[in-house]
């Protein structure tokens, strides 16, 4: 297994899809924010169709979600300047 460690930051509020299809699970994808309609998606079929999956939401600025199948894509929606990791 070898690490990932993918970053970024969004540029305004509108929604980023990054594709992970090669991240092998299991995997943590996370989102710094504190913006009301913060959220993290997964699709599993190359970007079509995306689903919400449950928060560990233990720290109030930061949504985590512990990937443990393969997902081809995920994106991320928040506001200016959030920062987001597939690690």
């Not at 995997?27 to 913060?38: C, F, I, Q």
Request: overall charge negative; aromatic content about 4%.
């Amino acid at each position: 297994m070898r690490a990932v460690n993918i970053r970024g930051t969004l540029t305004d509020g509108v929604a980023v899809a990054q594709p992970i299809a090669n991240v092998e699970p299991p995997t943590t994808v996370t989102l710094k924010s504190a913006a009301a309609g913060r959220r993290i998606e997964v699709s599993t079929d190359g970007g079509t169709e995306y689903a919400t999956p449950s928060y560990d939401t233990n720290t109030a600025a930061t949504l985590a979600v512990a990937l443990m199948a393969p997902a081809t894509h995920v994106r991320f929606t928040g506001q200016a300047g959030d920062v987001w990791s597939v690690l």
